[in-house]
């Protein structure tokens, strides 16, 4: 019999930030934020696939998601289940708020203790920071190898995990000793589709909070005794431990000093029309100036 | 000691021009703070490059060369730079944002439990009041980044931790030489002192890296495609037109990710920032993600069809045409001209 691989995907609900339209911007020029849908973090698409195609060569391998956010990030985790994740885990608690990169890898890594998987994938970075900086750090206190910028996992035994890795001008090979930590690039293959069979089986998996939110709106709802595997698990840092000073705000490092918001100023701009008239003036113009010559 | 150290990358036995514009902007942050700068040089066969280090401003460099760190690796790479900055507790430390320094600066902040900042684009020296607590700091490294999407600029601090670290892009900062540079020191580290079997549980197979090709980092004038240029066969245009004005050729990450131009050429936030003197932005809308990485040039040319794009609003000049036909009038334009 093969090995079965305990795989946990860290995953994170962002602010569509790469569709900014023109609703998305208010009349001063700066972001209507409300108007930014909620997303699954692309890369960590990336990294879920890749943690699939390990459990379809490996069968009964188990991919587990891992999110940290607010209540509504359990959307994350039913994405996770509607394309193949076997369970999932939200970290949720007002304690985490106000965490920076250190701060969040703290958290994850404690979480990631506790479910003791034997490979951790992630995407390489997410959109709303871009930062890349939660992997490493997260695999920096797990004291485990990182693997980054991973377009494919090529090989995988018992105790060795083989991988390609993109970088700027092309790519390296490496291989690593388990357990290990991977962050996939965006070139990575793309996430397979929502499977039908899984949407019909946890449409209705809920976390605790979601349950009473239902049960407050008069819904009927399958119990979770009739159905356990509905049920999304919730942590709070008493779930996950550690000392509570690395968390959120005060196991934060960097303190964000002054944030300001881009605003689109029109410049005193030439408007010219593609006729040959004004081509030829604005080209012998840049040629007189010596912008070009 | 309370230096500033710039972590010192390599590339085919060359040092990264990231590298040496960081010790560039480092020199100017240490006047503010009255210390020196310092290098970390890890690798193979290294010590040819210090003098250059000596060059760009650093006082001491601190050098592990090792036969087994002739390519970079997070976990020993790691190791040396963690134990060094335990030993010399820089106030400052400065990594490129390539895909070497993205992968250890976070690793080493990690184990130092030290503040990062990604992907900075400007670098100061400040005061700052923390609201909570009303305390007052001295001499902070402000670290400017975009964040969300490039739509806000934040300012970070870290007020308690060191070293205050940070990641910066290659082209953001300027690279000068000293005008009249002096010699250092060098510091050898003993890394048979430092590395542990562990530190080598990756190990390297295969490495395919292609010798760096395009440049459009360097070019004065840069002819921007987007993907309102419609095609990969209709970038042509867009090639044509540099050739005509000498210049390089740059793209949005739309044209990039349809496949109309290659990677290297990518401008904006997750690609190449630019600042030429002229750069001509041909079926570019202007998503801030991508002009993030070029409003600085000189002067903006901008052709699109749609005067709502919003490219128009930070060009100099703006053509609302159809770049198929403005293009070929330019060349022809130029041509006529130039005789």
């Known amino acids: 019999m093969s090995k079965e691989f305990k795989i946990v995907v ?4 962002v602010p569509d930030t790469r569709n900014v339209g023109k609703d998305a911007m208010t009349p001063e020029g ?15 698409m990336n990294a879920l696939e890749q943690a699939l195609r390990i459990k379809d060569k490996f069968p009964g391998s188990k991919v587990l998601i891992l999110t940290m956010g607010p209540f509504r990030a359990a959307e994350i985790i039913r994405e996770g289940y509607f394309r193949g994740a076997d369970g999932g885990v939200l970290l949720t608690d007002r304690r985490f708020a106000g965490a920076d990169t250190l701060a969040t890898s703290f958290a994850i890594s404690q979480a990631v203790k506790k479910m003791n998987p034997d490979i951790i994938v992630s995407g390489r970075q997410a959109i709303d920071g871009d930062t890349a900086q939660v992997g490493p750090q997260v695999a920096e206190k797990m004291n485990i190898p990182q693997i980054t910028y991973a377009e494919e996992i090529t090989g995988l035994s018992d105790n060795r995990i083989t991988v390609r890795r993109r970088l700027e001008r092309g790519v390296e090979v490496v291989s690593s000793t388990l357990p290990c930590l991977i962050t996939v690039h965006a070139t990575a293959a793309p996430c397979r589709p929502r499977n ?5 089986k946890y449409k209705y998996s809920r976390t605790i909070h979601e349950e009473q939110d239902a049960a407050n709106a008069g819904k009927y709802l399958l119990s979770a005794d009739e159905k356990p595997y509905l049920k999304i698990q919730e942590w709070t840092v008493d779930d996950v431990g550690g000392d509570e000073n690395c968390y959120g705000f005060a196991g934060s490092p960097t ?4 944030i300001e918001n881009i605003v689109f100023k029109a410049k005193e701009a030439k408007k010219l029309t593609g006729s040959d008239a004004d081509v030829d003036s604005l080209i012998s113009e840049l040629m007189a100036n010596h912008e070009i010559g | 000691m309370n230096n500033i150290i710039v972590f010192i990358e390599t590339d085919g036995g060359k040092l990264c021009d990231v590298s040496l514009e ?5 020199r100017s942050l240490a006047e503010c703070l009255n210390v020196d700068v310092e290098a970390l040089l890890i690798g193979s066969n290294i010590s040819g490059l210090v003098p250059e280090l000596y060059r760009y401003g650093a006082k001491v460099v601190h050098v592990a060369d090792d036969p087994r760190l002739e390519f970079f690796r997070t976990l020993p790479y790691a190791a040396i730079t963690i134990e060094l900055f ?15 320094g993205r992968d250890l600066a976070p690793r080493v902040s990690s184990a130092l439990k030290s503040g990062l900042t990604a992907d900075c684009t400007s670098l100061d020296i400040g005061d700052h009041e923390d609201a909570r607590s009303g305390k007052k700091y001295k001499n902070l490294l402000y670290q400017i980044r975009p964040a969300f999407g490039g739509n806000i600029i934040a300012t970070i601090v870290n007020p308690e931790h060191r070293p205050q670290m940070a990641t910066v892009r290659e082209g953001v900062m300027k690279k000068e030489p000293l005008e009249k540079p002096a010699d250092g020191k060098i510091h050898q580290i003993d890394t048979a002192k430092i590395l542990i079997d562990s530190d080598f549980a990756v190990e390297i197979i295969k490495r395919d890296i292609e010798e760096k090709k395009i440049n459009i980092k360097g070019a004065q004038i840069i002819i921007d495609g987007g993907y309102g240029v419609g095609s990969r066969e209709n970038f042509k245009l867009v090639f044509d037109l540099a050739k005509t004005l000498g210049a390089e050729v740059g793209a949005s990450r739309a044209a ?12 904006g936030q997750t690609g190449v920032t630019v600042r030429p003197k002229l750069i ?12 993030a990485g070029m409003d600085q040039s000189k002067i903006i040319i901008a052709v699109n069809s749609d005067p709502e794009a919003p490219i128009h609003k930070i060009a100099d000049y703006s053509i609302i045409g159809d770049l198929n036909e403005v293009v070929p009038r330019m060349i022809a334009s130029y041509k006529k001209h130039s005789k």
Do not use: W, Y
Request: with cysteine; charged share 20%; hydrophobic share 45%.
């Open chain 1, 10 to 13: 860290l995953a994170k609900q």
């Open chain 2, 280 to 291: 001509i932005c041909l079926g570019v809308s202007g998503a801030i993600q991508h002009t």
């Open chain 1, 196 to 200: 039908a069979k899984c949407v019909l």
């Open chain 2, 22 to 26: 960081l010790l560039t902007k480092a």
């Open chain 2, 256 to 267: 990039v990710d349809a496949g109309f131009a290659d990677n290297a050429r990518q401008v």
């Open chain 1, 255 to 258: 303190k964000v000093k002054k």
């Open chain 2, 86 to 100: 335990k030993e010399q507790k820089p106030q400052i430390a400065l990594f490129g944002a390539s895909s070497i």
């Open chain 1, 30 to 44: 700066t972001v209507n934020r409300a108007a930014l849908p909620a997303i699954f973090n692309p890369e960590d």
